[in-house]
Every structure is written in structure tokens, then in C-alpha cells.
């Protein structure tokens, strides 16, 4: 089967650094996305990542290892506005449709 | 720029209604069209997607059923609502025939009472 895994809820403190781990089992890998989420709010696009290594976005990295099937998403200099859901998502064998992790709930606490 | 509408923002009805949910996309055209319900505190479910107009796939078997009568037009539709039917839905497109993101709509939120 097909299968993404992310932590339910991470917590960190305004100012500091924070990696958001997915984990990914999928048949066939185009690429995969990641999207922040505030509460009541649809989904919005952070980054793409299809070949291996990291892809720097000023304070938001996305991070991704084809060969372990595991991405991380990387925060740095976290403000309030941060605290929202992380989700992963991969891009498998269809053209059309992504398959989507839960989500993780960010918490920063100042 | 492309633009993509949802409408209603939010919704109450009661169990056994109908229901009738669209999604307009502008500044593209041929998009893909999708679907989604979150729960709360859940991920993205997806509920059907559209390659072209009047193509429709489904991904869960449920009393909900979607429409693509135009282009960039995409109807998702219920003869009678359920109490689990509640959640919020959220329309999305991407580019036809590639893996770029998918960009949402600002989604309606749905009780069934």
C-alpha cells in the first residue's frame, strides 16, 4: 500500500529552529510537496522537492532523500504566524493525484 | 494569475437535504479539478478529480457526486446529506498533465445538523 507518515504535533518556542520529518511509502515517486495550513484556512504551497538535497526558501528549507523515501521540513527563526499544520504530500505513479500525510500541528509558544 | 473561487464559505443544513457546492477556476485553462474533505484536525481526503469536461473519477464510494459541465467549472453535489457528510471541503487545480502543486480554493465549511 501506500503510506505517509508525519509526527501529529510538534511544539517550539518563537525564535528557534524546528524539523518536520515525513516518511514516505509509495509505488513510483515524482516529487513531493510540502504546505502550511492554518486553522480554518485551505492549504498553501511551501515548496517542491524532486531530486535529492536541500532547496532553501529564506527561512523555510525542504530537505528530501529518495533512497531512504524521507523528507524534512526545516523552520528557522519561527515567528507566531508559523503555528499551523505541515503537511507532506508525494507525487506517486498518477499523473493526477497526490497522496497526502495527516498533517503535523506546529505549536510555538513565545 | 489564476484565481480559483469556492462558494459557499460556510453552510448548516439539516440531514437529508441536498447539497450543492462550486468551484470556479480562472486564468487557466484544461486544469485538473479536484475534491477534497478534511475533517477536523485530519488530512486531505480526496473525494473525485477531473482531467476534462465531463470526466470524473472517484476515489470514495459515498452519496456524493461531483460535475465538471465547463471547463473550468467543477459541482459537487449530494441528493442527501448524512451527519458524517460534515467537514470542510475544499476545491483545488493543477496544470493538466504534470506534477505541479495543486492550488486550493478558500474552502466551505459544511454541518449537517
Known amino acids: 500500500g501506500q503510506n505517509i507518515d508525519q509526527p501529529t504535533e510538534m511544539t517550539a518556542t518563537e525564535g528557534a529552529i524546528v524539523q518536520i520529518n515525513c516518511t514516505y511509502q509509495?509505488?513510483?515517486?515524482?516529487?513531493l510537496f510540502w504546505y502550511q495550513q492554518h486553522a480554518g484556512e485551505a492549504p498553501t504551497f511551501l515548496s517542491y522537492n524532486v531530486l535529492d538535497g536541500l532547496e532553501e526558501k529564506g527561512r523555510f528549507s525542504s530537505f528530501l532523500s529518495r533512497s531512504k523515501g524521507y523528507s524534512y521540513l526545516l523552520l528557522k527563526e519561527l515567528q507566531m504566524k508559523d503555528s499551523a499544520s505541515y503537511l507532506c504530500?508525494?507525487?506517486?505513479?498518477?499523473?493526477?493525484?497526490?497522496?497526502w500525510g495527516a498533517g503535523t500541528k506546529l505549536i510555538i509558544k513565545p | 494569475s489564476q484565481t480559483i473561487h469556492q462558494w459557499p464559505a460556510t453552510l448548516v443544513q439539516p440531514v437529508g437535504s441536498p447539497l450543492s457546492l462550486e468551484c470556479t477556476v480562472e486564468g487557466t485553462s484544461n486544469p485538473n479539478l479536484y475534491w477534497y474533505r478534511q475533517a477536523a484536525g485530519r488530512g486531505l481526503q480526496l473525494l473525485f478529480y477531473?482531467?476534462?469536461?465531463?470526466?470524473i473519477s472517484s476515489e470514495v464510494p459515498q452519496n456524493l457526486s461531483a460535475s465538471r459541465p465547463q471547463d473550468r467549472q467543477f459541482i459537487l453535489s449530494s441528493k442527501k446529506l448524512l451527519l458524517s457528510d460534515s467537514g470542510f471541503y475544499l476545491c483545488?487545480?493543477?496544470?493538466?498533465?504534470?506534477?505541479?502543486?495543486?492550488?486550493f480554493g478558500p474552502g466551505t465549511r459544511l454541518t449537517v445538523l
Open positions: 477531473s482531467v476534462g469536461i465531463g470526466q
Open positions: 504530500a508525494v507525487a506517486g505513479d498518477s499523473n493526477y493525484q497526490l497522496i
Open positions: 483545488a487545480w493543477s496544470r493538466m498533465g504534470s506534477y505541479n502543486e495543486q492550488f
Open positions: 509509495t509505488s513510483g515517486f515524482n516529487g
